[in-house]
């Protein structure tokens, strides 16, 4: 019994049209289009759900203004779901019908659980070649003029307790922990099996709760650079990006999100098992990323922004 990833994700949000075209710029789907509510998908049938913020199916917000007001993991079958539903029933907020099963988490965030909607997926990623392996023979690396995530990959919240949070998931729902930074992060994955994290738990000093980011996962890092100059053409803003991670050792780009903090286009994090032990960081910028470009890429000229295009066809063009 498991609990297999984010199924879908439900924001409240006050500037509905903006969501929307971001969203598409994003690469998602719109699956769904009322004056109040709109619904989109991933590749892989991954829902995200953008409402008006006083819509009544939304739970309560854990902080004022744009922000994320569900979570609804996948589970694999039924029964798996009838054993949640015992395990939780007595905790503040439980909830069941309509398929899920869910509660409130100690950040006050609505959790849900449903039987999976998403649906498998093949994708064609890069090869790659390194010193000891090429796997990459008679062919160039793809490069991407946009990007398709396939899924919801991993949220990240600012949480009042960190160590309550982490025992919510890991007692409940039976996450496992990957990474920590202590008593001040948490990175859990929904199973022993599986990537770095699905959800990660970060304690500020304020200890305010709130939404960090929403992370999408694409096929490499190759779609991580197209989707990222894409919605830059797009007129959207960078956070900061693209840039790798030192402690999933996952490429990165975050943008703005009009539906509430920043979201991130990311590829190639670490897949863990049981073995995995997991490490403690002191947080800090160079834990954060190993690398890292401010103010992001322009999509047209390709380099960073208020760099400028190149003279010339080639970079050794000069002017005269």
């Not at 897949?271 to 995995?276: E, G, S, Y």
Request: hydrophobic share 40%; net charge negative.
């Amino acid at each position: 019994m498991s609990v297999l990833g984010i199924d879908e994700i439900s924001y409240g949000a006050d500037d509905l049209p903006a969501c929307r075209q971001f969203f598409l710029d994003w690469g998602l789907s719109l699956a769904d289009e009322q004056a109040d509510r709109l619904v989109f998908e991933t590749l892989n049938g991954c829902r995200v759900i953008v409402a008006a913020t006083n819509h009544p199916d939304l739970p309560p917000a854990i902080e004022a203004g744009p922000t994320l007001r569900e979570v609804v993991w996948g589970v694999e079958s039924e029964a798996d779901l009838a054993l949640y539903a015992d395990r939780i029933r007595a905790l503040p907020g439980f909830v069941q019908g309509n398929g899920r099963i869910g509660c409130t988490d100690p950040n006050g965030l609505a959790v849900r659980l449903q039987l999976t909607q998403k649906r498998d997926v093949q994708m064609h990623s890069a090869e790659y070649n390194t010193w000891d392996r090429k796997g990459r023979i008679n062919q160039a690396s793809p490069a991407y003029e946009r990007a398709q995530p396939i899924e919801v990959g991993h949220v990240v919240f600012f949480v009042k307790d960190v160590q309550a949070c982490e025992r919510f998931y890991v007692d409940n729902f039976g996450f496992a922990a990957s990474d920590r930074y202590p008593e001040r992060g948490a990175f859990l994955r929904t199973a022993p099996d599986g990537g770095h994290h699905d959800i990660f738990l970060l304690q500020r000093p304020d200890k305010h709760a709130g939404l960090n980011h929403v992370a999408f996962t694409v096929r490499d890092i190759h779609e991580v650079f197209g989707g990222g100059m894409h919605i830059s053409r797009c007129g959207w803003d960078t956070q900061l990006g693209p840039g790798r991670h030192p402690v999933s050792s996952a490429y990165f780009w975050y943008f703005k999100n009009p539906a509430g903090a920043l979201v991130e286009y990311y590829a190639d994090e670490d897949q863990l098992t049981a073995d995995w032990q997991p490490r403690e960081f002191e947080p800090g910028p160079t834990v954060f990323a190993e690398w890292a470009i401010d103010g992001g890429l322009d999509g047209n000229t390709r380099r960073q922004k208020g760099a400028g295009a190149a003279d010339g066809k080639f970079l050794t063009d000069k002017k005269h």
